[in-house]
């Protein structure tokens, strides 16, 4: 952080400046809250993230360029609820104000015996009526930030709104088809709750919190237990971890892995999940296509 610090107190001096005339810059913790502050902000803001498309975000750490960036930054945005822990000392240095886009969201708690039990689970964005939250959130943020966009943002947020209830919509009658019995979403990393409380899923994983890339044999002999006792027939892992273990446990219960699933981040724009609502779509079908009966995998 001393190297960060060190970083800030330069900027001035690297001739790294914006036009007097650019729009504000709205920095983001990460792409996919990004996305939704372009959708809410259109051309009367600049909005970049710091992490990169199909970056690991629960341990990043901030570069020197990072709180380059954060010096020029008019606002900056974060989601809470524990994801970004990188971001409390990052935010201390850069000289913007920040806001929590989870604020007003019911924390669903992280299950289970670890250190994280009982914690807030803070994959909210996964829920399209959470996802309302964050557009407001934005949306008050950035009338604050430019009062004279008060009309365009609340007309951006309302339309941006629309959609995602439309898409919400779409995923909820894309599970319909998935029996009761094999409503089970097994996945490397505990970031479904607030979906599966959405679809009815039951939820397993291997860990809660991205921390390790590999399960544990505890972990994997924990989910294998599930997947046989509920003869799941396929299971997922996120993009931005390795899947060797989800495919261990599918191999053991004598199950598939049925596809990546898209969370944390969103892919880059020739990619299959460029946006959130890309991201919501891809990841019911992939869903829907791996717990589906037999007959319907192939339709």
Known sequence: MAVLALALSGC??????????????????????????????????????????????????????DLKKAAHADLVLENGLGLERWFEQFV????????????????????????????PNPHAWMSTDN????????????????????????????????????????????????????????SCEGAFSYLARDLGLREAYLWPVNAEQEGTPQQIAAAVEVVR???????????????KSMEQVADEAGSR?????????LSAADGPVPTYLDLLRRDAETIA????PAAQETR
């Open 12 to 65: 001035a001096s690297t001739g790294t400046t914006r036009p007097a005339d650019a729009p504000p810059l709205v920095l983001t913790t990460f792409t996919v809250i990004a996305d939704m502050a372009r959708e809410v902000g259109g051309d009367r803001v600049e909005v970049a993230s710091i992490t990169k498309p199909g970056a690991e975000i629960h341990g990043y750490e901030p570069t020197p360029s």
């Open 92 to 119: 201390d240095l850069a000289d913007a104000p920040s806001a929590t886009l989870t604020d007003g969201v019911q924390p669903v708690p992280i299950g289970g015996g670890s250190e994280y039990a009982g914690k």
């Open 131 to 186: 996802a309302q939250i964050y557009v407001e959130n934005i949306r008050r943020a950035l009338t604050k930030l430019d009062p004279a966009g008060a009309a365009e943002f609340r007309r951006r947020a309302d339309a941006y709104a629309a959609r995602l209830r439309a898409v919400g919509d779409g995923v909820r009658r894309r599970l319909q088809g998935v029996p009761a019995e094999r409503r089970v979403l097994v």
């Open 229 to 243: 006792r509920r003869a799941v027939p396929g299971v997922f892992c996120e993009s931005t971890v390795n899947p």
């Open 257 to 265: 892995f049925a596809g990546t699933l898209y969370v944390d981040s």
């Open 289 to 292: 296509r791996g717990l589906a």
